[in-house]
């Protein structure tokens, strides 16, 4: 009996410490980001109505167990209209990650823009593909802004990318 608790303490002084080494872990990711509309100052705008907008979001996430972590994440937007393009804006974008399981992750992003604007951005993120090395993801974004003497807008948008 004293060597059964004894193989069983050693046991879960084992598990505990494998645990251990494998946080905090480093992912990275990029990805195309795409505003679909954007609700404040009357009318709804919608993305290719007259012009097009879209994000390159590039990111780091530190996880430090299995349920939470930290992401670090900048997206440079360009704007397309007239037949002309332009980097329009710079973003910004650091937040906490919550594992949801089953692959669902709640990103909650704090948001400073170069165009003056600021606010946070709730992510709902799905792995939907993963392999050893990469995987792929579909996130919608739910941008929420604020300032420069614009009136508040909400939005929502479509984001897929690859991890590594």
């Known amino acids: 009996m004293k060597n059964s608790i004894i193989i069983v303490l050693l046991l879960l002084h084992f598990h505990a410490f494998s645990q251990e080494k494998s946080f905090p ?7 195309i980001f795409h505003p679909i509309v954007t609700f404040g100052n009357g009318e709804p705008k919608y993305n290719f109505n007259g012009s097009y907008t879209g994000g ?8 430090k167990s299995h349920r939470i972590g930290f992401s670090f994440e ?5 704007t397309a209209s007239g037949g002309a393009s332009k980097m329009s804006n710079f973003l910004f974008h650091p937040g906490l990650l919550v594992s949801l399981g089953k692959g669902f992750t709640l990103a909650n992003r704090l948001a400073f823009e170069t165009s003056g604007r ?3 951005t ?3 993120n799905k792995a939907v593909f993963k392999r050893k090395d990469h995987g792929y993801f579909v996130a919608v974004p739910f941008p929420a802004r604020f300032g ?4 508040a807008t909400v939005g929502v948008g479509l984001q897929v990318g690859v991890t590594f």
């Open 122 to 124: 709730p992510v709902l």
């Open 118 to 120: 600021y606010g946070f």
């Open 148 to 151: 420069n003497n614009i009136a």
């Open 74 to 78: 900048v997206v440079p937007t360009i």
């Open 56 to 63: 390159l979001p590039t990111g780091i996430n530190i996880w």
């Open 25 to 31: 872990k480093i992912t990275g990711y990029v990805g």
